[in-house]
C-alpha cells in the first residue's frame, strides 16, 4: 500500500519579506562600496564625514565614526555594513555636498557629484 502526500511548502511557511526591489541589491551595494571607499582615501574627507557624523547623527549610533566595509560572502556582516550606512547616511550626504561645492580638485568634486547622486537615487 503506497501513500501519496503532496504538501504546499508556502502553505506551512510563509515566504520571508522582500526587504530589496529586485535589483537593487546590486546597485546598493555598489554605491555603498564607493561612497566608503571614496571617503576613506583622503584624510581630509575623514576629517569631514567624522564631523558631520558627530553634527548630524545622535545617539549611540554617533560611536559609529566609520563605514564598516561589505564583506562579500558573510551575509550577516553585509547587513551590519548596510545598517550602518543608512544610520550614516546624513553625515554621508552631507559631506558629498560640502566636497562637491567647496573643494578646488575638479576630480574630487565630480566623483563626490556622482555618489551623492548615488546615494539620493538609490532604494533603501
Not at 502526500?5 to 564607493?34: D, M, R
Not at 545622535?58 to 544610520?87: M, N, Y
Amino acid at each position: 500500500m503506497r501513500l501519496d502526500f503532496h504538501i504546499n511548502i508556502t502553505e506551512i511557511v510563509p515566504p520571508p519579506p522582500v526587504t530589496f526591489l529586485a535589483g537593487s541589491a546590486p546597485a546598493l551595494s555598489t554605491t555603498l562600496v564607493k561612497a566608503r571607499v571614496f571617503l576613506s582615501r583622503s584624510a581630509q574627507r575623514v576629517w569631514i564625514f567624522q564631523d558631520y557624523v558627530e553634527r548630524e547623527v545622535s545617539g549611540s549610533a554617533s560611536s559609529r565614526q566609520k563605514l564598516k566595509p561589505i564583506c562579500a560572502t558573510r551575509w550577516a556582516e553585509r547587513h551590519d555594513s548596510i545598517i550602518i550606512f543608512v544610520t550614516l547616511l546624513p553625515a554621508v550626504v552631507s559631506t558629498l555636498e560640502e566636497l562637491q561645492q567647496e573643494n578646488k580638485q575638479v576630480e574630487v568634486a565630480t566623483k563626490a557629484a556622482t555618489l551623492l547622486n548615488s546615494v539620493q537615487k538609490c532604494t533603501f
